[in-house]
């Protein structure tokens, strides 16, 4: 079936370097994604969204970077800060499928002192 | 703004018992809401959606006598695990998105199920 998937299962970086978590997906009707954070027992907390006919959004320290050509997200974070560390997802809308969304595999992020 | 409270946060329950989580939006109507499990390191697996006022969709795989769902209002939801076991002991979480709004979903904290 479809999905989307991770490359990276953990990701290190010291703290005050940028870290990039990168995400492939499959399913090419797909017009939204997400990246959302989330911390040890607890739901997932958005961080930020990006629509297929967007290549590049910014937000507060973080960019998330849309390549429908291979079907390919990541998200960059600059200037990692020990609150950072958590897992990571990425998420898709089909289009079509209402808001139903579909996460990835998830990279946890360790933020190294 | 924006947000979903589930109750209980945790819950332990024996084998062969029923549990019900609550599912609220505290600020706002959710017309769809989802629910979700996840298993311990984990990604989120969607278990079904559930629009007001009408019976709830079940991702493959999902057994709907098993896991009740009812969306009675614009922002209660609630799910109940029927005879549950061990296997059950999972992390429910559910989200919700803004009535009218756009594709973004609010999740709740989650709830901690541990069958004995």
Redesign the interface.
């Known amino acids: 079936g479809e999905s989307v998937g991770l490359h990276l299962p953990t990701l290190s970086v010291q703290e005050g370097d940028n870290s990039i978590i990168n995400c492939a997906y499959s399913n090419s009707a797909s017009d939204y994604f997400i990246w959302y954070k989330q911390e040890s027992g607890k739901g997932p907390q958005f961080i930020i969204d990006i629509r297929s006919n967007m290549d590049k959004r910014q937000g507060q320290r973080v960019t998330v970077l849309l390549n429908k050509t291979v079907k390919h997200l990541s998200l960059q974070i600059a200037a990692t800060q020990p609150g950072d560390s958590a897992v990571y997802f990425c998420a898709e809308n089909p289009f079509g499928g209402g808001f139903k969304t579909i996460f990835g595999a998830g990279t946890r992020l360790f933020v190294k002192a | 703004g924006a947000v ?1 409270s ?1 109750h209980p946060s945790w819950v332990i329950c024996k084998s062969g018992t029923s549990v019900k989580i609550e599912c609220r939006s505290l600020d706002f109507q959710a017309t ?1 809401m ?1 629910w ?1 499990r996840q298993f311990p390191k ?5 278990m079904a ?1 559930s629009n007001e006022g009408s019976k709830a969709t079940y991702e493959q795989g999902v057994e709907k006598d098993k896991f009740l769902i009812n969306h009675a209002s614009l922002t209660l939801s609630t799910l109940t695990v029927t005879s549950a076991h061990p296997e059950d002991s999972s ?1 429910y ?1 559910c ?1 919700a ?1 803004v009535a009218g709004g756009q ?8 709830t ?1 199920l541990t069958v004995t």
């Open positions: 979903v589930q769809t989802f979700y984990q990604s989120l697996m969607l959606t992390f979480i989200s998105t594709n973004e979903q609010y999740f709740g904290p989650g901690r």
